[in-house]
């Protein structure tokens, strides 16, 4: 059981915008800033948005992130087949002085 | 831009030790904070603790406290993880990652996994 909750799956069609949410409390998304990691099978796991909404040097800006109050989202513009992988959100947590994780959205490009 | 490189493909006995390394390249090592994350097969990301060599802190989750081990040497640029009594369970992936972060007070407010490791492969088997 993941402290942050994020739905198991979406999908969406080439060119479509589609969004991952990622629910939280007030001792991890509600305090502390929000970040978005995207996972190909068989490889490491790649920084996608941090602090809420930066995005990395190389990230297209098809990707955004936004937060409010104990939740968080993650939009993807434009989808392309290259998108279908998973995606996990993670922030820190007051109570547990840890690093959380969202269960994983695997993204399915139809 | 930092390159993490870690150790290879362990197999271990239940009730065994296991040390994963990763070595650090580019930049200046003591720059750096270094975590480890796992992935048993087929789940989610599972955050393990991190380390800052250059103050010399160190916290781990609590539910690895009393198994886990994580150091960083200077001398090699590398950072390491042991993690002990290892049962079937901690069969998984290990990856390390090099952390920014801020803090307000002694409070982290922002926490990032910028670059990783190519992950080791840990099997647990009797």
């Known amino acids: 059981q993941s402290v942050l909750t994020q739905p198991p799956s979406a999908s969406g069609t080439p060119g479509q915008r589609v969004t991952i949410s990622c629910s939280g409390s007030?001792?991890?998304?509600?305090?502390?800033?929000v970040n978005w990691y995207q996972q190909v099978p068989g490889t490491a796991p790649k920084l996608l948005i941090y602090n809420n909404d930066q995005r990395p040097s190389g990230v297209p800006d098809r990707f955004s992130g936004s937060k409010s109050g104990t939740s968080a989202s993650l939009a993807i513009g434009g989808l392309q087949s290259e998108d279908e992988t998973d995606y996990f959100c993670s922030a820190w947590d007051d109570s547990l002085i840890a690093v959380v994780f969202g269960g994983g959205t695997k993204l399915t490009v139809l | 831009q930092v390159h993490l490189v870690q150790s290879g493909a362990e197999v271990k006995k239940p009730g065994s030790s296991v040390k994963v390394s990763c070595k650090a390249s580019?930049?200046?090592?003591?720059?750096?904070?270094f975590s480890w994350v796992r992935q048993a097969p087929g789940q989610g990301l599972e955050w393990m603790g991190w380390?800052?060599?250059?103050?010399?802190?160190?916290d781990y989750a609590q539910k690895f406290q009393g198994r886990v081990t994580i150091t960083a040497d200077e001398s090699t640029t590398t950072a390491s993880v042991e993690l002990s009594s290892l049962r079937s369970e901690d069969t998984a992936i290990y990856y390390c990652a090099s952390v920014l972060y801020e803090k307000r007070g002694t409070t982290v407010t922002k926490f990032y996994l910028d670059y990783w490791g190519q992950g080791t492969l840990v099997t647990v088997s009797s």
């Open positions: 580019g930049g200046s090592f003591n720059s750096y904070a």
């Open positions: 007030s001792s991890n998304i509600g305090s502390n800033a």
């Open positions: 380390i800052v060599p250059i103050f010399g802190t160190i």
